[in-house]
Structures are given as C-alpha cells and as structure tokens.
C-alpha cells in the first residue's frame, strides 16, 4: 500500500510515506515544527520525502492528514494541503483523529507487548484546558470508547470515573498541566505515557480506517476543531463590560 500521512496538530511537524516495493513495506519519516511554521515548510517536505521514495502523488492510495483535534492553524494547513494534493492527483482522503494517533504511538512505543487494553488520550487545547478522548485496542484494531471533548485538567478524575474501566493515560500534558494533574488520582499509576500525533502512527492506523470506509474525496475532507471558539465577539465583549459595570455599582 502506497500512503502519505502527515499531522501539524502541535509544535511538531510529522510527515510519514509509506511504499509497497516489489512485495516489501518500506518508509520514510520526515519531523519539523509544525504549527504555524507548516503553512511554509509542509508541501516542500513533502514532495522532498515523495522524491526520496521515488513515489508519485497519483501513485498514493490515500493521503492521511491529522484532522485534529488541535492548534488551530495547523489544522487548517494540514487539511488544505490534503484536499489540494488529493485533488490535483486524484486520490482519496484519510482523515485521522489526532488523538487516535497519540494512542496507537502510545501503544506502539510503550504496550507493544500487549495485546490489549484501553488509552485514554490528552492534548494540550491551551486556555487552561485539554483534548481527550479515550480508545480500546484489541489485536491492533481500535474502538472509540469516548469521543474527543475539553475537559479542565483538575477534573480528569471525573472522566475516568465515568469510563468505569482501567486505562493508560498518554499525551503531551504531563508537564504543563503538572500541578493540576498532580492533585488528581489518576496520574499515581500507572506512569502516563508522553506521546504526540505521528505520522507513522497514521500509516498504521490506515489500514483499519481504509477498511472501514472512512476515506472521503478532497472536498469533502475537514478538520475536527472540538472547541469552535476561541474569541468573543466585539458585541459579547461590551455586553460583558457593561455587565462588570453594572455588578460594581
């Protein structure tokens, strides 16, 4: 199977290709700084790692791109580089939730020896809140078990009291979110796994995704922001000043 993936969800910039030759699975695996930065370096690093492996664009099965959630101009560059790519080479989309990318590199890196289990998954959304979303794996097949939603890091107790099942917590929060954590139940044991959304993760998640018939054609293809506001309008911030106004008289 031929695959281009590539994820600019956070500060990393992860670009992956993958290629069946002559009945062999080969790779190659590019990683940057993402965000905003991958509005410039994305499609130059990519077509640098198509040349690599000699691959065409119309000769991919699908381009994967890390759909989020995440930064939000990362989001809109990877996804506006998958339609345009797909589009111009005539090749289906494979969006791939980013937290789902996080857990399969978790259990990729950290439970690879074991069969199964349940990840819940977290990434810094900022604004004193987090990403989550929690996966069961089985024989390398994945189960969403709750979709991706904010939550404020000092309430992951509740969360996990609501799954009611034992889970390996992974992600990029650890250390920023480390005081509110700290105070939490969850984080004791066992130890969280620090993991991000890569590109090779997405390549192994592919399979299962192709199988289940979410590729979609490049205009259809968007991006899964979870948290759709992040700024007050200039109405809601005078109707909120007036309101700070009258509470002080």
């Known amino acids: 199977m031929n695959l281009l993936a590539f994820d600019t969800t956070t500060q990393t910039m992860s670009i992956a290709v993958a290629r069946t030759l002559d009945g062999h699975d080969l790779q190659w695996q590019h990683t940057g700084v993402g965000a905003a930065q991958a509005s410039c370096d994305l499609i130059p690093a990519i077509l640098k790692l198509m040349q690599r492996a000699q691959l065409r664009l119309d000769e991919l099965d699908a381009i994967c791109f890390g759909q989020g959630p995440g930064a939000f101009t990362g989001l809109r560059t990877a996804c506006a580089v998958a339609q345009g790519l797909a589009m111009g080479a005539g090749v289906p989309v494979l969006p791939i939730n980013s937290l789902l990318a996080i857990a399969e590199e978790a259990r990729h ?141």
Not at 184 to 193: D, G, K, L
Not at 218 to 241: G, I, W
């Open 109 to 249: 890196t950290a439970l690879e020896t074991t069969p199964r289990g349940i990840i819940t998954t977290m990434l810094d959304a900022r604004m004193d809140e987090v990403y989550i979303a929690s996966y069961a794996f089985d024989a390398g097949q994945w189960t969403e078990l709750q979709e991706a939603r904010l939550l404020a890091p000092q309430n992951l107790d509740a969360y996990l009291d609501a799954l009611a099942k034992p889970c390996v917590l992974a992600g990029n929060v650890f250390t920023v979110y480390h005081a509110q954590l700290a105070q939490t139940r969850a984080c004791a044991a066992p130890a969280p796994v620090t993991a991000l959304p890569t590109a090779a993760a997405m390549l192994r998640l592919a399979p299962q995704a192709l199988q289940e018939g979410h590729a979609v054609r490049a205009k259809d293809a968007l991006p899964c922001y979870v948290r759709d506001k992040v700024a007050q309008t200039t109405q809601e911030r005078n109707t909120e000043k007036a309101a700070a106004l009258a509470s002080a008289r």
